[in-house]
Nanobody, 124 residues
Framework: QVQLVESGGGLVEAGGSLRLSCAAS????????MAWFRQAPGKEDEFVAF?????????YYGDFVKGRFTISRDNAKNTVYLQMNNLKYEDTANYFC????????????????WGQGTQVTVSS
């Protein structure tokens, strides 16, 4: 059974940075693509970033990211990261990592395995 545990969230001032981590277990991590989604209060889930299993070169981001976030993975540590820079108030949300996906990488419904989330709060 796949288990995902996020960490690294917290309170940060606008313009600051955070690095989220997602530690995976229960499957061969290096064989799976990974993604981050977020959910803000009163809003629908939003695709943040995706990284393919075989190369960091194949990474994709939500339109709102605009070069501020970077997804990466360390297969030796079974961990995927989300480096978030120049954070904005509107980035405040609960951030989830996900795997076990099929078809379109940007659709939440295509992922079967989820972590519990880590809260990111950006003060203005």
């Amino acid at each position: 059974q796949v288990q995902l545990v996020e960490s690294g969230g917290g309170l940060v001032e606008a313009g600051g940075s955070l690095r989220l981590s997602c530690a995976a277990s229960g499957h061969t991590f290096s064989n799976y693509a990974m993604a981050w989604f977020r959910q803000a209060p009163g809003k629908e889930d939003e695709f943040v970033a995706f990284i393919n299993w075989y190369s960091d070169e194949y990474a994709y981001y939500g339109d709102f990211v605009k070069g501020r976030f970077t997804i990466s993975r360390d297969n030796a540590k079974n961990t995927v990261y989300l480096q978030m820079n120049n954070l904005k108030y509107e980035d405040t949300a609960n951030y989830f990592c996900a795997t076990c996906y099929s078809a379109d990488y940007y659709l939440r419904s295509n992922y079967k395995c989820w972590g519990q989330g880590t809260q990111v709060t950006v003060s203005s």
